[in-house]
Each structure stands twice: as C-alpha cells, then as structure tokens.
C-alpha cells in the first residue's frame, strides 16, 4: 500500500520537525526534504501529494537565501509556503498562525490526502519492506533493552523470525532487573534468539581504578564495540545489522541549513569495518511513534514508556572510581527510587530521576555506634529536549519515605541528599 504523504521542504526553519509531527497526528505521513531536492525526484517520491516550503531563521547559508527550484511549482502538487519571503513568491508569502493545525488541515483536503497514517499500518507496511530488504539473509541486532533498540527486534522478530539474532551484552552498569526482563521478553515470549553475554568482570575490571569521567565512557564504549565484535564473528553468514536509529537522530546530524546539534552515533558506534548492510526500520518515527509502535507490538508498559538512560548506565551515577559495592548500593536505591516513583504515580510523569553515590563517607549512627557511609543523592527532573531542565519539586513525605527505605534496605548508606539544582548550572547526570 502506497500511502499519501506530505513533503516539507526545509528552507531553514526551526520548526519542521514540529510540522512533520503535527501533520502526521492528523493522520497524513510526512517528511523533510533538503530545499534542493531535484522536482522530479520530488515527484517520484512514493505517495507524494503536497509541498511545504517552510522558511525560516536559517535560511541565510553562507550570505544568501536559499531557496527552491521554481520548477517545483510546476509539478501539479499543491504548494504551501510559509515563512517563505522569496521575492520570486511574495505571494505566497504567509506565516505560521497560532494555530497551525487549522492551516494544516485544511492543506491535507486540499491536497487529497489519505488520512491513513497510523502505527497498524505502519507496521504491516515496514514488515512487508523487511522482508523484501532480508530475502533469505540473516540480521544481527545490538539489544541493549532501551526503547528503540527494543522496538526494532519485536519488529524485526515479527517480519524475519529466527533469521535475527540479538545480543544483549550486559556490562555490569544496567539498573536491576534490566538484562532478567530482556531475556524474560524476548527469548521467553517473543521467542528470538538471544545471545546473552555476562561481561560484567570484564568491565569492571577494567574501570577498576578509573577515576576520570571521560575515560570511563571511552573504555565503556570501547569495551561494548569489542565485546560485541567477539559475538558478531562468532556468527557465520550474517549480513546485516539492525540499527535503532529514530527520526531525530537523522535530523539533528543536520540538514543543509539547520545547526548541527550534534553528530550522531548510531547505536555502540560501531566500527565501519564490520562491513554490514544496515536495517533502520524506524528511521523515520518520532519517539512518541516508537512508543506507540512498541505498544502495537506487545512490548511491556514499562519497556515501552521508560526513561531515558545514559549508555555508560550506572557507571556515570557512581562516581569517581567505581567500585563493586557502590555500584551494588547505586542499583539498589535506583530500584527503591523507580518504585516508590510507580507507587506515588510520578512513573511516566516525571521525565528522568535516579540516584547517584559520591565517592565520600561521613559519619553516621547505627544501632548506637559510629557508622561510616556513602550519601545517596536523589534527582528527579523535567525536560523537553534535556537541554535544560527544571527540578521536579518531590514531596516531603515522599522523601522522608525514600531516607528511611534507602538508609535501612541499601547497605553502605547512611544519608540521602536531595539535588535541588536546575540545568543549567548542573548537567542532568553529575559525570
Ligand atoms: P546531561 O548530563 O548532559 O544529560 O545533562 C542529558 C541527557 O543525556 C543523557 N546522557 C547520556 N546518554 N550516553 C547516553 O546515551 C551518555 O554518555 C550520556 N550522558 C548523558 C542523560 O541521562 C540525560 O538524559
């Protein structure tokens, strides 16, 4: 099924993203196309139906506005343009209102879109393109347990079965019960196959000692490509790789006019002289879109809806030099932290919150003696873009409840501190 779809093209503006979104909740699918895309590459695009000229505060490249090629306006499709100040189109010359969903609306008519934009469709069309893109090959796939990569393998598990592998490498830095659930949701029910590889000595036996923040990321980083490298040679004839690369990832590595914000990884950064062919069936969602493709795919609530977590997992939560039983005390009170979040209806409302360990002990009491132990520091923001981010303001009894559960289930803490500071001048994480 070929469906009907809404071209944007960037002409710099800041907010494509957001008509992309916006089109798509009413039902229409849309992408963003570089300004000088060729019309007639533009009018082979499957299902096109209507253009965007969407212009904006980056529309100056290098000194001079860029613009499209006139002939777009040739091509029979209705064109909307905004923002769009090209002398050559004064006419055409509009803002976006208040209310651009009005505006959006009446152009999806316009154009004789199909409202058949939604996840059903979505997934039976990726399967059916998976399965031409796979044929008879076999698929390899990095499963950390995070949301995308976790929604690529249910798809993947669904379009290829048993010709995917995944291989979840756990590092020792997950939060609890984090590997258990992978392998509980999709060796166990889901049925894939599942390589699950216990490298926990490895690592940390190699931060052992390691102090400095950056360091440790790299030899995380590092340790996880070799690692992965060992089990992907260990398999004969595989040939791609599946990749939880999202839209936003694609857009931020830049466009021809928007600022790079920053350069995009995929997933592990994986070397290029692995030599795969790569499999992206959600390169082109938006988060919220994947959470709802992993819903329609059966996936847990709380694999689906989680928050996000920082590769280096909870080594940048223990910090300086990590240790065994620090590491032990941070995965404990990070668990005690998620329920008690869950119980008082915070989960899913607050966007990221965990605890973190200093390095440093001060003095305490305990059963009438003097107990030296680590403080265990609670943060819980909100953010939209992690840019910023503001101090979710807990509950006192809410905090009173995690003391007394944190100091008395968590051995080695003997105090609980609350970070009560916004980003900027703290980074969401403390390393
Ligand atoms: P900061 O600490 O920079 O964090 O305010 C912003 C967001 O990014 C996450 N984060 C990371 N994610 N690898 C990741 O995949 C990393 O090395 C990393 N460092 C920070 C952090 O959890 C927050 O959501």
Redesign the pocket.
């Known amino acids: 099924m070929i469906q009907s779809m809404i071209a944007i093209l960037d002409l710099g503006s800041t907010e494509n993203a957001r008509i992309a979104r916006e089109i798509r909740a009413l039902g229409v699918y849309s992408e963003i196309f570089a300004h000088d895309i060729a019309p007639e590459a533009l009018k082979a695009v499957p299902g096109v139906c209507g253009v965007i000229l969407n212009g904006g505060e980056n529309r100056i490249v290098n000194g001079a506005a860029i613009d499209v090629d006139p002939a777009i306006f040739e091509l029979g499709l209705p064109v909307l343009a905004v923002d769009h100040n090209s002398p050559a189109h004064a006419a055409d010359l509009e803002k976006w209102p208040e209310d651009s969903k009005t505006v959006l609306d009446a152009f999806i008519v316009r154009c004789g879109a199909e409202r058949n934009w939604n996840m059903e469709n979505f997934i039976a069309d990726q399967v059916e393109l998976l399965r031409k893109q796979i044929g008879n090959r076999k698929v390899l796939l990095a499963l950390s347990g995070g949301v995308d990569s976790s929604v690529v393998a249910a798809l993947l598990i669904k379009a290829v079965g048993d010709r995917l592998t995944c291989v979840h490498v756990n590092h020792g830095l997950l939060r609890k019960g984090e590997p258990e659930q992978v392998v509980r949701v999709f060796k166990d029910e889901m049925g894939a196959n599942l390589i699950y590889v216990d490298a926990v000595d490895r690592f940390l036996d190699k931060l052992a000692g390691v102090s400095d923040p950056e360091k440790k990321?790299k030899i995380i980083g590092a340790e996880f490509i070799r690692v992965f490298e060992e089990e992907a040679r260990k398999l004969d004839g595989i040939e791609l790789l599946g990749q939880g690369t999202i839209y936003p990832d694609i857009i931020e590595s830049g466009t021809k006019t928007a600022k790079m914000v920053k350069s995009h990884h995929n997933v592990g950064g994986l070397p290029e002289d692995l030599q795969f062919e790569l499999v992206e069936p959600l390169k082109m969602l938006f988060k919220d879109e994947v959470r709802a493709c992993g819903k329609a795919l059966g996936l847990p609530d709380d694999m689906v809806y989680r928050q996000?977590?920082?590769?280096?997992g909870l080594g940048?939560r223990c910090l300086g030099a990590i240790t065994r039983d620090r590491l032990e005390a941070v995965r404990e009170s990070d668990a005690i932290l998620r329920e008690e979040f869950a119980r008082n209806g915070l989960q899913g409302k607050v966007w990221?919150y965990f605890t973190v360990i200093p390095d440093l002990k001060s003095v305490g009491v305990r059963n009438h003696e003097r107990y030296e132990g680590w403080p265990v520091i609670l943060r819980a923001v909100n953010?939209v873009d992690?840019m910023t981010?503001t101090v979710e303001e807990l509950d006192w009894k809410l905090i009173h409840t995690l003391t007394e559960r944190i100091t008395h289930e968590v051995s080695g803490v003997n105090r609980v501190l609350v970070d009560v500071t916004p980003?900027p001048t703290?980074?969401?994480?403390?390393e």
């Open positions: 990321r996000p977590f920082p590769g280096p940048v990221q953010t992690a981010a980003k703290g980074t969401i994480e403390w």
